[in-house]
């Protein structure tokens, strides 16, 4: 007999609910990873940084004379396989929250409770489930600031410790080689450039944390919009594969809070605006794929991908070096700013007048810390299209935003090689993190710009008062 962990988000040995609770069953433990076709669909850079943690946690777990099983197929057949083969009687995940996979573990709980197996989900993804931060009315949240109130000063629990044992089984079931997988492969831009920026896995997660609320997190309320500092946790890599929990990072904050850092209260109220962003995925899952206020429908977003200026923002080759900048850091370290974030959107849906869904899908291809909540609600809140999104004409000036958050141009030195004498090493690395398709090189002259501040402003409001809804 045996109990299994499935493995999904959650590539972390402490303060895993699912982990723990296989460890209770007093039986031996069997980690599985399933590559299911959700895993198939996952962009390119998601892919190659999931391999990247799967290797990591196959590692700790061999420290623990444990191992990782990895298996391919869909998981409800995988899953019930496992279980007769293995004897077991039990199955523990940690639920994730998106559509598409809660009808998948709906699927294989009743699969599994036919053959008279436990299947059960836990809360290990996210500090509140969706479904139990409720209003007064009984209704969700749409607005943000309401839904702290809610919750911060809820009790949180304390975080479980790693198991000192996880038992091993006589004999472990037949497995693929994580390399088999080749989840790498996908990764059509540099993996190996990318690679030297990750910080992959449980105690990179929490060396990360440890440093945040040492010092970073005093000044975090002026850092952390300044994106040529390293002034914010960079922790979204970590938890959107679950290598470090929102408990443990909420905790740490607390802690931090009553030691009277400044800095602390924000960075608690970050963490929650990622539980607001599942709150909204969970109550409202067209967030994903519709705009969420669909009087939007009507307004004449471009959703032609292979125009000029749609391929000109993806190359960071729009002539604006604030847009530049920020999607070049994108392909280099996997990663963006959240200034960066918010001024590459804001000037595709309204300077460019695209739809956002292109850039949630360009987002979801390029960054390894692509979490399906966040970045559905920050797109739609660029848009306009979302709840408690920015006004359509609150528009981003990309020129004056550089003015006020990179003043000595230090972000886009660090980014954008052509014109330089001397470029700094992570622009040139830009040139080696692109596919040679692109056809660039950083002796290329600086594009003008494909729209102007201005004038991509003015067409914006323009075809807002002139929207027939
Ligand atoms: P910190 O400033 O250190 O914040 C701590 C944690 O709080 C983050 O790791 C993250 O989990 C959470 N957090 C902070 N800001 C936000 C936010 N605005 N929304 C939700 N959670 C937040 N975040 C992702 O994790 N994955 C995405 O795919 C993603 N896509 C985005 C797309 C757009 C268009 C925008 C505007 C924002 C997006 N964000 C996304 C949110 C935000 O930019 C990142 O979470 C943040 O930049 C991560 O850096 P950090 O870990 O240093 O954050």
Redesign the pocket.
Known sequence: TAAIWWVRKDLRLSDNPALTAAVECGVPVIPVFIRDWQVDALGAAPKWRLEQGLHQLDKSLRDKGSRLTVLSGPSKEVLTDLAKETGAKEVHWNRTYDPEGVERDTAVKSSLEDMGVKGQGHAGHLLFEPWTVETKQGGYYKVYTPFWRAVKSNDISEALSTPGKIPAPDQWPDSQDLSELQLGKAMYRGADVVARFARVGESAAHSRLGAFVASIIEGYDET?DLPWKDG?????EN??LGEISPRQCWHAGFRAREDGKAGAET?LK??V??EF?YHLMWHTPQILTENWKSDWDAFPWNTDERKAEVQAWKHGRTGIQFVDAALREMYVTGRM??RG??IV?SYLCKHLMCHWKIGLKW?EDC?I???PA??A???Q??AGSGPDATPYFRVFNPVTQLEKFDKDRKYVKRWIAEGRKNPHEDALAYFDAIPKTWGLSPDDNYPDPVVTADKGRQRALDAYENRDF
């Open positions: 952390r914010t946790s960079n922790l979204s938890l959107a960075f970050e963490l605006w990622r962003a700013h959240n974030r918010m959107a987002f960054l810390d692509w979490d966040s970045n609600m920050g797109w809140w660029s």
